[in-house]
């Protein structure tokens, strides 16, 4: 994709991927727009990246949507990106018993947002030039992580759902490209400084500079081993990497 000249809305823009995205593509002078749930929190961003704007957003909730898709598109008639990035990782026990609000809201959150918001802006993105639409996925989605097995079942629906949508909006000139971050140092679960975890700031220029190319997926090195690993024998990563954890368990707030 091209870098520069784009007009951006990235979801879950204040924090984290979402924000580094965000002010990476404001450096290079496109016009970005960022959602998220707290309008303090978007105000700050907002204020440190002038030029920036941004939309109370709850992806979540379809209405809230509707009416964030409507604002935006009558003030940036121009958008040509949508990256579908905010999520939620909470833990879950796949052998015990289930919390069902929280899954509910995950599935609302992780799954179902990146559908919403895909279709609230297709058929204006069908219309533009250069358009594209990133999801924002996660290694999870290839080797999923047991103490958060509903998040990893999500994320591996957004690789799958990505494939058919790419598939279907080929003659379209929208292109889709997936994002899959590795576990970065981010407050999605705690920052911690964990030596395991990418420097969000590492993380966000190696994906940034892919993405200037003509790549359909925008996975840092670090993940390709585990992007080629799904197959006949993938257990074997699986349950390697699922006992590291249980051996060294990721910390927590």
């Given at each position: 994709m091209?870098?520069?000249?784009?007009?951006?809305f990235?979801?879950?823009?204040?924090?984290?991927?979402?924000r580094?995205?965000?002010?990476?593509f404001?450096?290079?002078?496109?016009?970005?727009?960022?959602s998220?749930?707290?309008q303090?929190?978007l105000?700050?961003?907002?204020?440190?990246?002038?030029?920036?704007?941004s939309?109370?957003?709850?992806?979540?909730d379809?209405a809230?949507?509707?009416?964030?898709?409507?604002?935006?598109?009558?003030?940036?008639?121009?958008?040509?990106?949508?990256?579908?990035?905010?999520?939620?990782?909470p833990?879950?026990?796949?052998?015990?018993?289930?919390?069902?609000?929280?899954a509910?809201?995950?599935?609302?959150?992780?799954?179902?947002?990146?559908?919403?918001?895909?279709?609230?802006?297709?058929?204006?993105?069908?219309?533009?030039?250069?358009?594209?639409?990133?999801?924002?996925?996660?290694v999870?989605?290839?080797l999923?992580?047991?103490?958060?097995?509903?998040?990893?079942?999500?994320?591996a629906?957004?690789?799958?759902?990505?494939?058919?949508q790419?598939?279907?909006?080929?003659?379209?000139?929208?292109?889709v490209?997936e994002?899959?971050?590795?576990?970065?140092?981010?407050?999605l679960?705690?920052?911690?400084?964990?030596?395991?975890?990418?420097?969000?700031d590492?993380?966000?220029?190696?994906?940034?500079?892919?993405?200037?190319?003509?790549?359909?997926?925008?996975i840092?090195?670090?993940?390709l081993?585990?992007?080629?690993?799904p197959?006949?024998?993938?257990?074997?990563?699986?349950?390697?990497?699922?006992?590291?954890?249980?051996?060294?368990?990721?910390?927590?707030?």
């Amino acid at each position: 994709m091209k870098l520069t000249g784009n007009t951006i809305f990235i979801t879950g823009g204040a924090s984290g991927i979402g924000r580094g995205l965000a002010e990476a593509f404001h450096k290079q002078g496109n016009q970005v727009i960022i959602s998220g749930r707290r309008q303090a929190l978007l105000n700050s961003v907002t204020a440190a990246n002038p030029g920036m704007d941004s939309v109370v957003l709850d992806v979540t909730d379809p209405a809230s949507i509707r009416q964030a898709a409507d604002r935006i598109l009558s003030l940036y008639p121009a958008l040509n990106v949508v990256i579908n990035n905010a999520g939620i990782m909470p833990f879950d026990n796949a052998a015990g018993a289930l919390d069902d609000a929280q899954a509910v809201t995950l599935l609302d959150t992780n799954l179902l947002g990146p559908v919403r918001i895909s279709a609230a802006f297709i058929e204006h993105l069908k219309k533009q030039k250069d358009a594209v639409l990133i999801n924002n996925s996660s290694v999870l989605a290839f080797l999923p992580l047991a103490t958060n097995a509903l998040y990893s079942a999500t994320k591996a629906a957004i690789h799958s759902y990505t494939l058919s949508q790419r598939f279907l909006l080929r003659d379209t000139g929208v292109t889709v490209i997936e994002i899959s971050p590795p576990w970065v140092d981010t407050d999605l679960i705690y920052k911690s400084g964990d030596p395991r975890a990418m420097p969000l700031d590492d993380f966000i220029k190696e994906t940034f500079d892919k993405l200037g190319t003509e790549t359909i997926e925008a996975i840092v090195d670090r993940v390709l081993p585990v992007r080629d690993n799904p197959g006949a024998n993938e257990h074997v990563m699986v349950n390697a990497f699922n006992q590291s954890v249980a051996e060294n368990p990721i910390p927590v707030q």
